[in-house]
């Protein structure tokens, strides 16, 4: 098969994953929209403030998982027959579940920010330095500062950088000097991608921060009392 279609089927695949809203469908089962409230998102930090960590920890492990297997699917089926190339096939299918779960065609493409689905496809490319720098970042951040928009932000330029230098210092299955460099780069290129969409959902957040009036995590704000960001009571 032409390495172009892998790629297109990849994508589609991963975004038929992606829109299984976690959030949203938690929420139907509990008689609210979760993307009328809070945030307005269907995502881990507004289902946790929503609705409360039971519904937060179950909304992070599907939109983990969502992410995760796909990308540990496409690994096993790719990794023997394209050794050189697999992990750009990784990052097509987790760029289509982030895509997916960000923009829902059945939910009018509102959904959620991506953070937990993108540590999924990130798990799933299995480059444990790059994990464990990852996770000691985030819990590191959201720890010191209670923000969690601030750790997923941070995150997303860490690893962005993170795997640019991995990639041309050759500790990734491309060789950066070799055959395999124009899918190096390409690979590159969607790294950027999921970056900039994860980090371009949180520009209201990151407005929020630079006026110090983002939400902490455990404070109890505008979900409890189930009311938008904006003020109006969604009850």
């Not at 895509?99 to 059945?106: M, S």
């Amino acid at each position: 098969m032409s390495d172009i279609y892998i790629r297109i089927i990849c994508f589609v695949c991963g975004y038929f994953c992606g829109i299984l809203e976690t959030g949203y469908i938690y929420g139907k089962l509990n008689g609210i929209d979760i993307r009328q409230y809070g945030s307005g998102n269907s995502g881990t930090t507004n289902a946790l403030r929503v609705l409360g960590k039971k519904a937060g920890l179950v909304v992070f492990i599907g939109d983990f998982f969502k992410a995760f297997i796909p990308c540990l699917v496409v690994r096993l089926l790719t990794q023997n027959s394209y050794p050189d190339i697999f992990l750009l096939f990784v990052l097509y299918i987790g760029l289509g579940v982030v895509v997916g779960h960000n923009f829902p065609f059945y939910l009018k493409f509102k959904g959620g920010k991506g953070v937990a689905a993108t540590a999924g496809m990130i798990a799933g490319l299995m480059i444990p330095l790059m994990i464990v720098i990852l996770i000691v970042l985030f819990v590191s951040v959201v720890a010191v500062t209670r923000y969690v928009s601030l750790g997923s932000i941070l995150l997303m330029f860490e690893f962005l950088t993170i795997y640019i230098i991995m990639a041309f210092s050759g500790k990734l299955c491309f060789d950066p000097n070799g055959a395999s460099k124009s899918e190096m780069i390409e690979s590159i290129v969607l790294a950027v991608i999921l970056a900039v969409m994860t980090i371009l959902k949180h520009r209201a957040n990151i407005v929020r921060l630079i006026h110090g009036e983002e939400n902490k995590l455990g404070e109890k704000k505008a979900a409890a009392s189930l009311k938008t960001e904006d003020g109006s009571d969604k009850a």
